[in-house]
């Protein structure tokens, strides 16, 4: 089925905060690592925009679908990164003063280097846009997947509420890119210079945003069991449906790969959240029945 982007601009809007049970929030807080996570992801959402500059170079710009669903997109992120500074804070962890710039200047060499190419290359073809949309197609996935696992692991019912809400958000925009992708993949040239930028240079989605070991740290919490590898083969199987993406399985390698370093160097770290997984296993089970937290294929 088409995306229907009419629709899509009709139904745009910011996350939902202001029926959230604040005080709840307050009261029960958020551990250590759900903090942390939160930031990272917090970081990546509020620096939505300068993937928007990247992306809108080269012809991309002039297909009025792209720049209508683009301009909805950053202000969608632009407010999942408010609701989780507004959480965060609720819980006692605001954002330092001037963490936007902090964040932006403490990008690493790749990503200066894949802002260049992608806003160089696609001046030379209009096939480029394709690795655009693919590269967006699997980090919305990874996003509305990463979202649905912490709300079905924390114990705060409102932040499951709130990362529920966002992972909707996330499907929305995966579908957008997905279909993007499919169809501009139909071109040899469009399915070379995909299948050579998603293996050579795509990371999973916040690497050189977040802090350090993050990632694996998500991994750690939120892939590292049954459920997990699960979801992210479910991931790679739908990215590898794409034209010239048949041999995709970097969603699972690179995020195994970060859980590895994640418990080498931070030992103690990953002790602490293997063992807080048994804490609240009656609300899992629970949650495992209840369609909102389990993910499909569907896009
Ligand atoms: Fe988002
Ligand atoms: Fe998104």
Redesign the pocket.
Known sequence: MAFDIERFVDLSKAVETSDLDWDYIQRVGLTKVEARILRYMADVESH?IIYLRDILSGHTAGDPEITQFMAC?VY??TH?GRALDRFLTACGYPPESGRYTKVLTNMGWQEHLEAFLTTSLPKLTPHFAATHMSWGAV??MM??SAYTQLAYYTKNEELSKLLLRMAK??RR??SFYYHQAEKRLAHPLAQAICATAMRVFWNPVGVGVGEENTLGMIGALLYDDERGREELERMDRLMAKLPGLGWFRRASVEVGKAVEQFRATEPEAARAIDSSKGDSARLRAERSLRPEFVMTSAN
Do not use: N
């Open positions: 939505t997109w969608e992120e999942h980090d919305e996003a509305a958000d996330e925009h995966q």
